[in-house]
Protein backbone atom coordinates (compact mmCIF):
# COMPACT_ATOMS: atom_id res chain seq x y z
CA UNK A 1 0.00 0.00 0.00
CA UNK A 2 3.13 2.66 0.53
CA UNK A 3 3.81 2.69 -2.93
CA UNK A 4 0.45 3.74 -4.04
CA UNK A 5 0.16 7.20 -5.73
CA UNK A 6 -2.27 9.43 -3.64
CA UNK A 7 -3.92 12.30 -5.27
CA UNK A 8 -4.54 15.03 -2.71
CA UNK A 9 -7.05 17.18 -4.06
CA UNK A 10 -7.02 21.14 -2.70
CA UNK A 11 -8.07 24.41 -2.95
CA UNK A 12 -10.95 25.51 -4.80
CA UNK A 13 -14.22 27.93 -5.56
CA UNK A 14 -14.64 28.19 -1.66
CA UNK A 15 -14.60 31.40 1.03
CA UNK A 16 -12.26 28.48 3.05
CA UNK A 17 -9.90 28.09 -0.04
CA UNK A 18 -7.07 29.40 1.73
CA UNK A 19 -7.58 27.04 4.60
CA UNK A 20 -7.98 23.66 2.62
CA UNK A 21 -4.45 24.89 1.16
CA UNK A 22 -2.67 24.58 4.77
CA UNK A 23 -4.77 21.56 5.64
CA UNK A 24 -3.42 20.02 2.34
CA UNK A 25 0.29 20.35 2.73
CA UNK A 26 0.49 19.40 6.05
CA UNK A 27 -1.14 16.22 4.66
CA UNK A 28 1.28 15.92 1.66
CA UNK A 29 3.88 15.76 4.33
CA UNK A 30 2.72 13.39 6.33
CA UNK A 31 1.63 10.93 2.94
CA UNK A 32 5.26 11.11 1.70
CA UNK A 33 6.55 10.14 5.03
CA UNK A 34 4.24 7.01 5.09
CA UNK A 35 5.63 6.32 2.41
CA UNK A 36 3.04 7.31 -0.83
CA UNK A 37 3.80 8.58 -4.01
CA UNK A 38 1.76 12.02 -3.58
CA UNK A 39 0.32 13.62 -6.57
CA UNK A 40 -0.94 17.20 -5.83
CA UNK A 41 -3.78 18.48 -7.28
CA UNK A 42 -4.98 22.32 -6.62
CA UNK A 43 -8.27 23.43 -7.73
CA UNK A 44 -7.83 27.07 -8.44
CA UNK A 45 -10.30 29.84 -7.32
CA UNK A 46 -11.93 29.57 -10.62
CA UNK A 47 -12.00 26.14 -10.66
CA UNK A 48 -9.80 25.12 -12.69
CA UNK A 49 -6.92 22.12 -11.80
CA UNK A 50 -3.29 22.25 -11.41
CA UNK A 51 -0.54 19.85 -10.80
CA UNK A 52 3.19 19.60 -10.18
CA UNK A 53 5.74 19.54 -7.45
CA UNK A 54 5.99 23.56 -6.70
CA UNK A 55 2.16 22.83 -5.43
CA UNK A 56 3.47 21.10 -2.02
CA UNK A 57 5.36 24.28 -0.98
CA UNK A 58 3.53 27.54 0.65
CA UNK A 59 5.46 29.96 -1.07
CA UNK A 60 4.01 29.27 -4.20
CA UNK A 61 0.09 30.34 -3.12
CA UNK A 62 1.33 33.30 -2.03
CA UNK A 63 1.17 34.53 -5.35
CA UNK A 64 0.08 31.73 -7.78
CA UNK A 65 1.39 32.01 -11.45
CA UNK A 66 -0.11 28.92 -13.07
CA UNK A 67 2.51 29.37 -15.98
CA UNK A 68 5.09 29.00 -13.84
CA UNK A 69 7.50 26.48 -14.23
CA UNK A 70 6.36 22.67 -13.36
CA UNK A 71 3.18 23.51 -12.71
CA UNK A 72 0.79 21.94 -15.45
CA UNK A 73 -2.97 22.35 -16.17
CA UNK A 74 -4.62 19.32 -15.88
CA UNK A 75 -8.09 17.07 -16.04
CA UNK A 76 -9.23 14.15 -14.79
CA UNK A 77 -10.40 11.28 -16.79
CA UNK A 78 -13.74 10.87 -15.44
CA UNK A 79 -14.40 7.32 -17.48
CA UNK A 80 -15.14 4.83 -14.69
CA UNK A 81 -12.16 3.12 -13.84
CA UNK A 82 -9.68 5.22 -15.80
CA UNK A 83 -8.27 7.49 -12.80
CA UNK A 84 -5.74 9.21 -14.88
CA UNK A 85 -4.70 12.66 -14.68
CA UNK A 86 -4.15 14.19 -18.21
CA UNK A 87 -2.20 17.31 -19.54
CA UNK A 88 -4.72 20.47 -20.44
CA UNK A 89 -5.24 20.85 -23.20
CA UNK A 90 -4.91 17.38 -24.33
CA UNK A 91 -1.32 17.16 -26.55
CA UNK A 92 -1.81 16.14 -30.34
CA UNK A 93 0.53 13.52 -31.55
CA UNK A 94 1.75 13.74 -34.88
CA UNK A 95 2.82 11.40 -37.44
CA UNK A 96 5.86 10.21 -35.77
CA UNK A 97 5.21 11.86 -32.00
CA UNK A 98 4.72 9.07 -29.57
CA UNK A 99 1.20 8.82 -28.45
CA UNK A 100 0.58 10.98 -25.34
CA UNK A 101 0.35 9.25 -22.04
CA UNK A 102 -1.30 10.58 -18.73
CA UNK A 103 0.82 12.78 -16.18
CA UNK A 104 -0.37 10.26 -12.95
CA UNK A 105 -2.30 7.45 -12.44
CA UNK A 106 -4.56 7.81 -9.34
CA UNK A 107 -4.82 4.68 -7.19
CA UNK A 108 -6.47 6.68 -4.11
CA UNK A 109 -7.58 10.00 -3.56
CA UNK A 110 -8.22 12.13 -0.97
CA UNK A 111 -10.06 15.62 -1.12
CA UNK A 112 -8.87 17.91 1.86
CA UNK A 113 -11.34 20.47 0.69
CA UNK A 114 -13.31 23.03 3.41
CA UNK A 115 -16.34 24.60 2.29
CA UNK A 116 -18.44 24.35 -0.84
CA UNK A 117 -17.35 22.69 -3.87
CA UNK A 118 -15.69 19.91 -1.99
CA UNK A 119 -16.48 19.29 1.34
CA UNK A 120 -19.97 19.35 0.33
CA UNK A 121 -20.07 15.95 -1.81
CA UNK A 122 -19.81 17.20 -5.55
CA UNK A 123 -16.01 16.08 -5.47
CA UNK A 124 -16.85 12.87 -3.56
CA UNK A 125 -19.70 12.49 -6.80
CA UNK A 126 -17.40 13.03 -8.90
CA UNK A 127 -14.76 10.68 -7.79
CA UNK A 128 -18.04 7.90 -7.27
CA UNK A 129 -18.78 8.68 -11.13
CA UNK A 130 -14.90 7.65 -11.91
CA UNK A 131 -15.36 4.94 -9.68
CA UNK A 132 -11.93 6.61 -7.77
CA UNK A 133 -11.47 5.11 -4.26
CA UNK A 134 -11.11 8.24 -1.64
CA UNK A 135 -10.52 9.30 1.78
CA UNK A 136 -13.29 11.42 3.09
CA UNK A 137 -17.09 10.70 3.56
CA UNK A 138 -19.15 9.86 0.96
CA UNK A 139 -21.41 12.02 -0.56
CA UNK A 140 -24.43 11.64 1.64
CA UNK A 141 -22.66 12.13 5.05
CA UNK A 142 -20.78 14.78 3.02
CA UNK A 143 -23.55 17.01 1.87
CA UNK A 144 -25.75 16.80 5.16
CA UNK A 145 -22.75 17.41 7.43
CA UNK A 146 -21.70 20.57 4.97
CA UNK A 147 -25.66 22.14 5.16
CA UNK A 148 -26.56 23.31 8.84
CA UNK A 149 -29.83 22.99 8.73
CA UNK A 150 -29.85 19.86 6.80
CA UNK A 151 -27.96 18.22 9.37
CA UNK A 152 -29.98 19.85 12.31
CA UNK A 153 -33.23 18.19 11.05
CA UNK A 154 -31.72 14.74 10.64
CA UNK A 155 -29.77 14.76 13.77
CA UNK A 156 -32.98 15.98 15.81
CA UNK A 157 -34.90 13.31 13.60
CA UNK A 158 -32.56 11.03 14.86
CA UNK A 159 -33.00 11.65 18.77
CA UNK A 160 -29.78 13.74 19.37
CA UNK A 161 -29.81 17.26 21.43
CA UNK A 162 -29.80 20.09 19.22
CA UNK A 163 -30.47 23.97 19.56
CA UNK A 164 -33.36 25.23 18.67
CA UNK A 165 -33.05 27.13 15.26
CA UNK A 166 -34.98 28.37 12.74
CA UNK A 167 -34.23 28.77 8.96
CA UNK A 168 -35.27 30.84 5.97
CA UNK A 169 -34.19 31.27 2.43
CA UNK A 170 -32.51 34.40 1.13
CA UNK A 171 -35.83 35.10 -1.29
CA UNK A 172 -38.07 34.55 2.10
CA UNK A 173 -35.73 37.14 3.24
CA UNK A 174 -36.67 39.83 0.75
CA UNK A 175 -40.53 39.23 0.65
CA UNK A 176 -41.38 38.50 4.37
CA UNK A 177 -38.23 40.51 6.50
CA UNK A 178 -40.04 41.82 8.82
CA UNK A 179 -42.11 38.47 9.49
CA UNK A 180 -39.42 36.71 9.71
CA UNK A 181 -37.79 38.95 12.61
CA UNK A 182 -40.62 39.19 14.75
CA UNK A 183 -40.59 34.65 14.29
CA UNK A 184 -37.29 34.46 15.72
CA UNK A 185 -37.42 37.12 18.28
CA UNK A 186 -40.36 35.04 19.32
CA UNK A 187 -39.49 31.56 19.42
CA UNK A 188 -35.31 31.83 19.92
CA UNK A 189 -35.41 35.16 21.49
CA UNK A 190 -31.78 36.90 22.61
CA UNK A 191 -28.86 36.65 21.77
CA UNK A 192 -28.98 33.92 19.02
CA UNK A 193 -26.34 32.99 16.65
CA UNK A 194 -27.07 34.01 12.56
CA UNK A 195 -24.77 31.54 10.34
CA UNK A 196 -24.96 31.12 6.33
CA UNK A 197 -26.14 27.26 5.74
CA UNK A 198 -23.64 26.10 3.87
CA UNK A 199 -20.14 26.86 5.57
CA UNK A 200 -17.35 26.54 7.64
CA UNK A 201 -14.39 28.29 9.74
CA UNK A 202 -16.89 30.48 11.51
CA UNK A 203 -17.33 32.74 8.37
CA UNK A 204 -20.02 34.90 8.28
CA UNK A 205 -21.10 34.03 11.29
CA UNK A 206 -22.44 36.54 13.70
CA UNK A 207 -24.06 36.54 17.73
CA UNK A 208 -26.72 38.80 17.64
CA UNK A 209 -28.02 40.59 21.18
CA UNK A 210 -31.18 42.70 19.72
CA UNK A 211 -32.77 43.79 16.75
CA UNK A 212 -30.64 45.94 14.73
CA UNK A 213 -27.38 43.53 15.52
CA UNK A 214 -29.61 40.69 14.05
CA UNK A 215 -30.51 42.26 10.44
CA UNK A 216 -27.05 43.18 10.69
CA UNK A 217 -25.79 39.41 10.92
CA UNK A 218 -28.64 38.28 8.66
CA UNK A 219 -27.23 40.61 5.93
CA UNK A 220 -23.99 38.88 6.62
CA UNK A 221 -25.39 35.59 6.32
CA UNK A 222 -26.91 36.30 3.32
CA UNK A 223 -24.70 37.49 1.13
CA UNK A 224 -22.67 34.00 1.50
CA UNK A 225 -25.46 32.14 1.27
CA UNK A 226 -29.24 31.48 -0.30
CA UNK A 227 -30.07 29.57 3.02
CA UNK A 228 -30.02 31.45 6.61
CA UNK A 229 -30.05 29.50 10.04
CA UNK A 230 -30.98 31.35 13.25
CA UNK A 231 -30.28 29.27 16.34
CA UNK A 232 -30.37 29.73 20.48
CA UNK A 233 -27.08 31.48 21.20
CA UNK A 234 -26.17 30.21 24.39
CA UNK A 235 -24.70 32.61 26.82
CA UNK A 236 -20.64 31.21 28.16
CA UNK A 237 -20.50 28.27 26.16
CA UNK A 238 -18.16 25.90 26.26
CA UNK A 239 -16.95 24.11 23.25
CA UNK A 240 -15.92 20.49 22.79
CA UNK A 241 -15.01 18.59 20.23
CA UNK A 242 -14.22 14.91 19.19
CA UNK A 243 -12.97 13.31 15.92
CA UNK A 244 -14.35 9.88 15.07
CA UNK A 245 -11.96 7.60 12.51
CA UNK A 246 -13.06 4.45 10.52
CA UNK A 247 -15.48 3.06 8.09
CA UNK A 248 -18.28 0.77 8.77
CA UNK A 249 -18.58 -0.89 12.28
CA UNK A 250 -14.74 0.09 12.89
CA UNK A 251 -15.23 3.36 13.99
CA UNK A 252 -13.42 4.68 17.16
CA UNK A 253 -13.19 8.59 18.58
CA UNK A 254 -10.22 10.68 19.46
CA UNK A 255 -9.93 12.39 23.15
CA UNK A 256 -11.71 15.43 23.34
CA UNK A 257 -10.11 19.11 23.02
CA UNK A 258 -11.74 22.05 24.54
CA UNK A 259 -10.92 25.41 22.14
CA UNK A 260 -10.66 28.55 24.05
CA UNK A 261 -11.09 31.72 22.47
CA UNK A 262 -9.16 34.92 24.05
CA UNK A 263 -10.79 37.06 26.82
CA UNK A 264 -13.99 38.15 25.86
CA UNK A 265 -14.98 36.67 23.06
CA UNK A 266 -17.74 34.58 22.91
CA UNK A 267 -17.39 32.03 19.82
CA UNK A 268 -14.59 30.36 18.46
CA UNK A 269 -14.74 33.35 14.74
CA UNK A 270 -11.99 32.48 11.85
CA UNK A 271 -9.18 34.85 13.33
CA UNK A 272 -9.49 32.74 16.83
CA UNK A 273 -9.55 29.62 14.74
CA UNK A 274 -6.40 30.55 11.98
CA UNK A 275 -4.54 33.83 12.96
CA UNK A 276 -4.25 34.21 16.66
CA UNK A 277 -0.73 31.98 16.45
CA UNK A 278 0.36 32.85 13.18
CA UNK A 279 3.39 34.59 13.25
CA UNK A 280 4.65 31.60 15.27
CA UNK A 281 7.23 29.47 14.01
CA UNK A 282 7.01 25.35 13.59
CA UNK A 283 3.82 22.98 12.94
CA UNK A 284 1.77 25.39 15.41
CA UNK A 285 1.66 28.05 13.14
CA UNK A 286 -0.54 26.63 10.86
CA UNK A 287 -4.14 25.53 10.80
CA UNK A 288 -5.78 24.68 13.67
CA UNK A 289 -3.25 23.09 15.41
CA UNK A 290 -2.56 26.59 15.99
CA UNK A 291 -5.73 27.35 17.97
CA UNK A 292 -5.45 27.48 21.99
CA UNK A 293 -6.76 24.51 23.45
CA UNK A 294 -7.20 22.05 26.43
CA UNK A 295 -6.53 18.32 25.26
CA UNK A 296 -7.83 16.44 26.84
CA UNK A 297 -10.96 18.30 27.93
CA UNK A 298 -11.33 18.56 31.35
CA UNK A 299 -14.98 17.85 31.62
CA UNK A 300 -14.93 14.68 33.85
CA UNK A 301 -14.77 10.76 32.47
CA UNK A 302 -18.62 10.34 32.35
CA UNK A 303 -19.44 13.50 30.00
CA UNK A 304 -16.11 12.71 27.80
CA UNK A 305 -17.34 8.50 27.43
CA UNK A 306 -20.99 10.27 26.52
CA UNK A 307 -19.00 12.36 24.09
CA UNK A 308 -17.14 9.86 22.37
CA UNK A 309 -20.04 7.22 22.15
CA UNK A 310 -22.17 10.07 20.45
CA UNK A 311 -19.72 11.13 18.66
CA UNK A 312 -19.32 7.34 17.20
CA UNK A 313 -22.91 6.97 16.55
CA UNK A 314 -23.29 10.34 14.33
CA UNK A 315 -20.22 9.04 12.18
CA UNK A 316 -22.22 6.05 11.73
CA UNK A 317 -25.66 7.87 11.10
CA UNK A 318 -24.14 9.54 8.10
CA UNK A 319 -22.33 6.85 6.95
CA UNK A 320 -19.05 9.24 7.00
CA UNK A 321 -15.49 7.75 6.77
CA UNK A 322 -11.54 9.20 7.04
CA UNK A 323 -11.32 11.72 10.10
CA UNK A 324 -14.38 13.33 10.94
CA UNK A 325 -14.78 15.95 13.79
CA UNK A 326 -18.13 16.12 15.72
CA UNK A 327 -18.31 19.45 17.40
CA UNK A 328 -20.38 20.00 20.62
CA UNK A 329 -21.89 22.76 23.16
CA UNK A 330 -22.29 22.26 26.91
CA UNK A 331 -24.71 25.23 27.61
CA UNK A 332 -24.32 27.19 31.42
CA UNK A 333 -26.55 24.57 33.03
CA UNK A 334 -24.35 21.77 31.85
CA UNK A 335 -26.99 20.75 28.62
CA UNK A 336 -24.95 18.92 25.91
CA UNK A 337 -25.77 19.63 22.65
CA UNK A 338 -24.64 18.71 19.23
CA UNK A 339 -23.30 21.33 17.49
CA UNK A 340 -22.08 20.58 14.01
CA UNK A 341 -19.98 17.65 11.81
CA UNK A 342 -17.30 18.46 10.12
CA UNK A 343 -16.70 15.72 7.57
CA UNK A 344 -12.81 17.03 6.46
CA UNK A 345 -12.14 18.86 9.60
CA UNK A 346 -9.27 21.35 9.41
CA UNK A 347 -5.84 20.06 9.54
CA UNK A 348 -7.50 16.70 9.38
CA UNK A 349 -7.90 16.75 13.51
CA UNK A 350 -4.06 14.81 13.36
CA UNK A 351 -3.68 16.90 16.76
CA UNK A 352 -6.36 14.70 17.79
CA UNK A 353 -5.12 11.56 16.70
CA UNK A 354 -1.88 12.42 18.00
CA UNK A 355 -3.23 12.52 21.46
CA UNK A 356 -4.22 9.11 20.96
CA UNK A 357 -0.82 8.21 20.03
CA UNK A 358 -1.46 7.81 16.55
CA UNK A 359 1.20 9.92 14.21
CA UNK A 360 -0.21 11.75 11.61
CA UNK A 361 1.38 9.34 8.53
CA UNK A 362 -0.60 6.14 10.65
CA UNK A 363 -3.45 8.74 10.41
CA UNK A 364 -3.02 9.05 6.50
CA UNK A 365 -2.24 5.39 6.23
CA UNK A 366 -5.32 4.21 7.86
CA UNK A 367 -7.62 6.98 6.06
CA UNK A 368 -6.39 5.00 2.86
CA UNK A 369 -6.83 1.64 4.17
CA UNK A 370 -10.56 2.40 4.72
CA UNK A 371 -11.00 4.47 1.44
CA UNK A 372 -9.84 1.01 -0.31
CA UNK A 373 -12.51 -1.14 1.78
CA UNK A 374 -15.23 1.52 1.34
CA UNK A 375 -14.21 1.20 -2.60
CA UNK A 376 -14.14 -2.84 -2.37
CA UNK A 377 -17.72 -2.23 -0.25
CA UNK A 378 -18.93 -0.71 -3.65
CA UNK A 379 -17.74 -2.94 -6.33
CA UNK A 380 -19.65 -5.35 -4.56
CA UNK A 381 -23.09 -4.04 -5.99
CA UNK A 382 -25.01 -4.87 -8.71
CA UNK A 383 -25.11 -2.02 -11.33
CA UNK A 384 -26.75 -3.79 -14.11
CA UNK A 385 -30.42 -4.92 -14.32
CA UNK A 386 -31.51 -6.65 -17.39
CA UNK A 387 -35.12 -5.91 -18.57
CA UNK A 388 -37.53 -5.94 -21.76
CA UNK A 389 -38.04 -2.33 -21.78
CA UNK A 390 -35.91 -1.12 -24.52
CA UNK A 391 -37.52 -4.32 -26.43
CA UNK A 392 -40.85 -3.25 -26.25
CA UNK A 393 -40.26 0.21 -26.65
CA UNK A 394 -38.53 -0.66 -29.79
CA UNK A 395 -40.48 -3.19 -31.27
CA UNK A 396 -43.57 -0.70 -30.23
CA UNK A 397 -42.16 2.12 -32.19
CA UNK A 398 -41.42 -0.32 -35.49
CA UNK A 399 -45.21 -1.73 -35.29
CA UNK A 400 -46.76 2.18 -35.29
CA UNK A 401 -44.82 2.83 -38.34
CA UNK A 402 -46.92 -0.34 -40.14
Known amino acids: ?13 SCEHDVSIISALQLIEAAKTAGFFVTPIYISREGLWYTGEPLTRIETFRDFNPMAKDITRVNLDVSANAGDLWAWPPQRAGLFAKVPAPIAHIDCAIPVLHGLHGEDGTVQGLLEMANIPYASSGVLGSSVGMDKIAMKQMLRGAGYPVLDFVWFTRDQLKAQRGQIIERIEKE ?56 ALGYGEDVRASVCEMPVPSAGDS ?19 RGM ?4 RVVPAPVGDELTERIQQLTREIF ?5 RGTVRIDFILDEHDVLYVNEPN ?16 S ?43
Open 343 to 358: TIPGSLAFYLWKECGV
Open 188 to 243: IKYPVFVKPAALGSSIGVSRAANREELEAAIDLAASYDRRILVEVGVTHPVEINCA
Open 360 to 402: FPELVEKMVEDALRAHADKNQNVYAYDSTILQKVAAGAKGSKA
Open 289 to 292: KSLS
Open 1 to 13: MSKMNIAVIFGSR
Open 316 to 320: TLLDC
Open 267 to 285: FLNFFEKYLRNAGTKGESS
